[in-house]
């Protein structure tokens, strides 16, 4: 794992195309964007010499986080960091972590994250960790109130859905959930979830 550099934007890029819906991918355009505002944030996964894996992070202000709508354009400036990202930002904004579908399940989704949490802890001034999550697989729930399926379990106690199980499991905590927050996202039928890590 390494910090993103511009060459890679393209690359980052192919992978978020075959790893994200559709109309939740970054481009490559928008990686160079990030990479431009906050490249350390930025970080890839690398296997048998590409690019597998991306995450994504920004710094913001408390000011910041508190004055936007919650959406997930306006927390990220339409996906680019560049009026978002603040350099002395207290909070640390994981943004997006994405791994290419035939490498999953081996811990690298994981790797990227605990790397970025890693590193928003060794970072002066940072006071919390945050990241808007996705409740991915609701769309398959949806006769449940989704106040309950973002608690909800299986009869083994497991989360029923994957996406908050990968950062629940691993010690994040619910913050809040957002409606509307990303309209693009059918599968999560349109919801955000505020999730923090200890800092
Ligand atoms: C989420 C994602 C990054 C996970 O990548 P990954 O490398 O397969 O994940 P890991 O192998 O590190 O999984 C770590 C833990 O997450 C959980 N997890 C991940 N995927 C899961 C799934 N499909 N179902 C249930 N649990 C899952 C498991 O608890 C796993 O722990 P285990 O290895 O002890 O079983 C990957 O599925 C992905 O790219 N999804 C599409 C994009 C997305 O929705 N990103 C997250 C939004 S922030």
């Known amino acids: 794992m390494r910090p993103a550099t511009a060459d890679d934007a393209a690359a980052m890029a192919d992978v978020d195309r075959q790893s994200w819906p559709a109309p939740l991918a970054t481009t490559a355009d928008e990686f160079a964007a990030r990479i431009a505002a906050y490249a350390d944030g930025q970080l890839v996964a690398i296997a048998a010499g590409r690019i597998v894996g991306t995450a994504s992070a920004q710094r913001i202000t408390t000011e910041f986080l508190a004055a936007q709508s919650h959406s997930y ?32 399940g081996h811990r690298l989704g994981r790797l990227l994250v605990d790397r970025q949490i890693e590193l928003a802890r060794s970072l002066a001034g940072v006071r919390r960790i945050v990241g808007f999550t ?12 989704i106040d309950d399926y973002i608690q909800a379990r299986d009869s083994d106690g497991n989360l029923i859905d994957p996406v908050l199980a990968f950062h629940i499991d691993a010690g994040a905590r619910i913050v809040s959930l957002h409606r509307d927050f990303r309209p693009d996202d059918s599968a999560a039928c349109s919801h955000g979830v505020l999730i923090e890590y200890t800092k």
Do not use: C
């Open 134 to 145: 996705r409740p991915a697989a609701y769309s398959l729930h949806a006769t449940t109130p």
């Open 73 to 104: 354009d306006s927390i990220t400036d339409g996906n680019r960091f560049t009026r978002s990202h603040t350099g002395d930002g207290e909070i640390y904004q994981l943004v997006g972590v994405g791994v290419l579908p035939e490498v999953r």
